[in-house]
């Protein structure tokens, strides 16, 4: 199975876009928003029914940012996927996934330390990670540029056979 994972976009017409793109070529099977989505507008084009003429069909899951503040966000999510509120706890294909926008440090640790969760996916921090921690894949795809943080986000793709990851640059 082909999740993708994304993070951050916060209204970026061209990140959400160049994601959605990225899910679409790689044949999603799943995706998850790890929150700041923002706006009801930037959730809509993750519905596989709006990817033009790409034979998108992936289930999508999405969980609160600490930019989420549109009231409607969460039924917008929910008219063609799933709004997790602030966690999700996944298990797609048989691999669990964490899913928790990385607004306490402590939290995050937790959840990948606990040894639960085969991956631990997160945003919040507009920093790319990708690191294994005794067995537990701790996963950020990034975000928008923010000063001090300009590397471009990505879209990332898990496939959950094989155990790969592979980054797809948004930029």
Do not use: K
């Not at 999405?62 to 997790?84: C, I, K, P, Q, S």
Request: glycine share 10%; proline share 5%.
């Amino acid at each position: 199975m082909l999740v993708g994972v994304v993070s951050d976009t916060h209204d970026n017409a061209q990140y959400v876009e160049a994601a959605v793109d990225a899910f679409a070529d790689a044949g999603a099977d799943a995706v998850i928003h790890c929150g700041d989505i923002v706006a009801p507008f930037s959730a809509s084009p993750f519905d596989p029914d709006a990817v033009d003429a790409s034979g998108a069909d992936w289930e999508f899951h999405a969980v609160r940012g600490n930019n989420d503040g549109e009231w409607a966000l969460a039924d917008a999510v929910d008219a063609f996927g799933t709004y997790h509120g602030e966690f999700a706890s996944l298990t797609l294909d048989g691999t669990a996934f964490a899913v928790y926008h990385g607004t306490s440090e402590p939290i995050v640790d937790a959840l990948v330390a606990s040894g639960s969760y085969d991956y631990v996916c997160r945003g919040h921090t507009h920093e790319r990670v990708h690191e294994d921690r005794e067995g537990t894949v701790h996963l950020n795809p990034g975000g928008v540029p923010i000063p001090g943080r300009e590397e471009e986000p990505a879209a990332v793709i898990v496939d959950t056979e094989s155990g790969d990851v592979t980054v797809h640059d948004l930029g």
